[in-house]
């Protein structure tokens, strides 16, 4: 069992950045692979970008690539997003998630993942 707490949302201006944080606690060998999800309201849940946590393969979305980082701390069971250059359609509610076992395609895949954090709210405005 794995438990996964989010921090770090708010509200910043277009052009900003935030950090995102997401605290794993329980089986860590349960989340292998840890991704960002986001979700805005009238639209499905979508990857942002997910890291094989013991060989740091990282992938991303279209959408956020050059503009977002996905990164761990192993030694304090944390998972990160730094995202800057927010635009207003970054506006969501973002998902910290975990699992312990997919393939590569899979890695952006909500579906494929087990364990999911409360959310955190992000809200940029133009």
């Known amino acids: 069992q794995v438990q996964l707490v989010e921090s770090g949302g708010g509200s910043v201006q277009a052009g900003g950045s935030l950090t995102l944080s997401c605290a794993v606690f329980g089986n860590i060998y349960s989340s292998d692979w840890m991704g960002w999800f986001r979700q805005a309201p009238g639209k499905a849940r979508e990857g942002v970008a997910s890291i094989y946590t013991f060989g740091g393969s990282t992938y991303y979305a279209d959408s956020v690539k050059g503009r977002f980082t996905i990164s761990q701390d192993n030694a304090k069971n944390t998972l990160y997003l730094q995202m800057n250059s927010l635009k207003p359609e970054d506006t969501a509610m973002y998902y910290c998630?975990?699992?312990?076992?997919?393939?590569?395609?899979?890695?952006?895949?909500?579906?494929?993942?087990?364990?999911w954090g409360q959310g955190t709210q992000v809200t940029v405005s133009s």
């Open positions: 998630a975990a699992t312990p076992v997919l393939t590569a395609i899979q890695a952006l895949d909500p579906m494929v993942y087990n364990y």
